[in-house]
């Protein structure tokens, strides 16, 4: 039987779809996010002079959970367009971003390397940019929904670049997280 599916049975697959990849993406962000100390919880960071236009700490996650669930949004929406040509390299491109965006913290907070971080920040952009251009060949609305991420990743490469700028030696200001703030 070869039908074409319902206006209906293609929401329902495109829900499927974003109830798989939503928690997915947010999940793994937030053991990223507390794979060490980070944010207001990490002393050295505490410690580092910020440029001016630092959002306040409780911001960072509130913003990061936002982004998640867009992109997630998005990649499901690419996800859900079977048949389109090149699907599949957009999803790589989409998870090679997004496994370098997950490395950040780690490279930042617990390692302290801040020009690693900021070098991190322009790569995440690059294939992010790429996923985005990707996604837009494929259902314009997913490139949509990847837009504000982009614009945050510029933001958060101007922190770090900033945060590097104003704290010339922090990499050896204190020890790099050694333990996990994940508790089993």
Not at 113 to 136: D, R
Request: charged share 5%; proline share 7%.
């Amino acid at each position: 039987m070869s039908a074409i599916a319902s206006r209906r049975q293609l929401h329902v697959s495109l829900l499927r779809w974003v109830c798989v990849t939503v928690p997915f993406l947010l999940l793994l962000g937030f053991l990223s996010g507390r794979s060490v100390p980070a944010g207001d919880q990490n002393g050295w960071y505490l410690a580092l002079a910020k440029p001016a236009g630092t959002p306040p700490g409780w911001l960072f996650p509130a913003v990061w959970s936002l982004l998640y669930v867009a992109t997630g949004v998005a990649l499901a929406v690419v996800l859900n367009a079977r048949g389109a040509q090149g699907r599949w390299v957009a999803v790589l491109a989409f998870a090679v971003q997004f496994a370098l965006n997950l490395a950040w913290t780690p490279v930042f907070f617990g390692a302290h390397h801040i020009a690693a971080a900021a070098v991190l920040v322009a790569a995440i952009f690059v294939v992010a940019l790429v996923a985005t251009l990707l996604f837009g060949r494929i259902r314009p609305f997913a490139a949509w929904l990847m837009v504000p991420y982009l614009a945050w990743l510029c933001y958060a490469g101007a922190l770090t670049w900033g945060i590097g700028h104003l704290n010339p030696g922090a990499e050896s200001l204190a020890p790099s997280a050694t333990s996990t703030q994940i508790i089993p």
